[in-house]
């Protein structure tokens, strides 16, 4: 679905990694490896996630919870975009 939609890889790669838990990020790093998705879609997953934290802020303040994965999900969007901007054929592989 990722590698069909291209445009949208970065918003779902940030929504996805915006759920507790690291689960996601590492299936996003297999896809990328085998050239499915873009690499900014890996940046905004990183960035938008808050890792088993996730859990924690959940359990503790629902609504400051809200607020904090929205706001890495924005973030984690707009990076991932600047970093394919950046970087439009991913990361430089050095020789």
Same mark, same amino acid.
């Given at each position: 679905? *990722?590698? $069909?939609? $291209?445009?949208?890889?970065?918003?779902?790669?940030?929504?996805?990694?915006?759920?507790?838990? #690291?689960?996601?990020? /590492?299936?996003?790093?297999?896809?990328?490896? $085998?050239?499915?998705?873009? &690499?900014?879609? @890996?940046?905004?997953?990183?960035?938008?996630?808050?890792?088993?934290?996730? &859990? *924690?802020? @959940?359990?503790?303040?629902?609504?400051?919870?809200? /607020?904090? /994965?929205? *706001? #890495?999900?924005?973030?984690? /969007?707009?990076?991932?975009?600047?970093?394919?901007?950046?970087?439009?054929?991913?990361?430089? @592989?050095? $020789?």
């Amino acid at each position: 679905l *990722l590698n $069909r939609y $291209r445009a949208w890889q970065v918003p779902i790669a940030a929504v996805l990694g915006a759920t507790p838990g #690291c689960g996601v990020e /590492i299936l996003l790093v297999t896809q990328y490896t $085998r050239g499915a998705v873009s &690499f900014g879609a @890996i940046v905004a997953a990183l960035t938008a996630t808050m890792g088993d934290a996730g &859990f *924690l802020i @959940i359990a503790k303040d629902l609504p400051a919870a809200g /607020i904090v /994965i929205g *706001l #890495c999900t924005v973030a984690g /969007i707009v990076v991932g975009y600047a970093v394919n901007w950046l970087h439009p054929d991913g990361l430089a @592989i050095l $020789r």
